[in-house]
């Protein structure tokens, strides 16, 4: 399984884009990268998914270079309902093992007025 | 659709004893698995299975049984509870391999 690497926290202000980078360096060819987001109290929530280039959706974006050793999440203008932790995922969509993922520390990220 | 549900919410024990974390979800997903989370931490995976009659270990798997007779259900049992499984668990599913994970609202559970 591929192993991630957070930054540990970031803080913000709204309004503001928010970009948590992801480093998985030994991805393997069919792995998937995946981006969660758990408020406290509560179970983890699914933002977005992409395997390479970038990937949009109504929440954030996901950007993904070439050789797919990062990633980046971006959240646009962030208010402080944003503020909460992000997972980072790898995990091979074809081989994995149900879904067997693994979840780091995350990223905790404060949004401040 | 409810999704995820657990059951219970909260829970306190006593060493040594045991009980079953129920899972159930509604979408018909083939994969399901337990997770735990210890305050300030990230979630560290217990069990998963991929199918009914299916199971197998994760991360931290002492002192957990599972077992998946049904699709819709993923109960997770606690032999003889320890303070070290003072934690919140979570259950999730998917319908694809390493695809969304729909999480329920979790269990906390107290071992004193």
């Known amino acids: 399984l591929a192993k991630t690497t957070q930054p540990i926290s970031m803080d913000s202000y709204e309004g503001q884009e928010v970009n948590i980078t992801c480093s998985h360096n030994?991805?393997?060819?069919?792995?998937?990268i995946t981006w969660y987001q758990q408020f406290p109290s509560q179970g983890p929530r699914f933002i977005i998914q992409?395997?390479?280039t970038k990937v949009t959706n109504e929440v954030a974006s996901l950007f993904i270079p070439a050789d797919r050793k990062s990633s980046t999440l971006s959240l646009p203008r962030v208010s402080l309902s944003d503020t909460a932790v992000y997972y980072c995922?790898?995990?091979?969509?074809?081989?994995?093992?149900?879904?067997?993922?693994?979840f780091g520390g995350g990223t905790r990220v404060l949004v401040k007025p | 659709n409810a999704g995820v549900t657990q059951t219970p919410k909260f829970q306190v024990l006593k060493t040594g004893q045991s009980m079953t974390l129920q899972c159930a979800q509604d979408?018909?997903?083939?994969?399901m698995s337990w997770y735990r989370q210890d305050p300030g931490m990230g979630l560290r995976l217990i069990h998963y299975s991929v199918g009914a009659g299916i199971t197998d270990q994760g991360e931290v798997p002492n002192g957990y049984n599972v077992s998946r007779s049904t699709t819709e259900d993923f109960p997770l049992r606690l032999l003889s509870a320890a303070p070290s499984q003072t934690s919140v668990y979570f259950c999730?599913?998917?319908?694809?391999?390493?695809?969304?994970?729909?999480f329920g609202e979790g269990s906390r559970l107290t071992v004193l």
């Open positions: 995922l790898v995990g091979d969509t074809i081989k994995a093992a149900g879904n067997k993922l693994t």
């Open positions: 979408m018909n997903h083939e994969y």
């Open positions: 992409g395997y390479k």
């Open positions: 030994n991805i393997a060819t069919n792995d998937y």
């Open positions: 999730a599913s998917s319908r694809d391999r390493a695809g969304e994970l729909f």
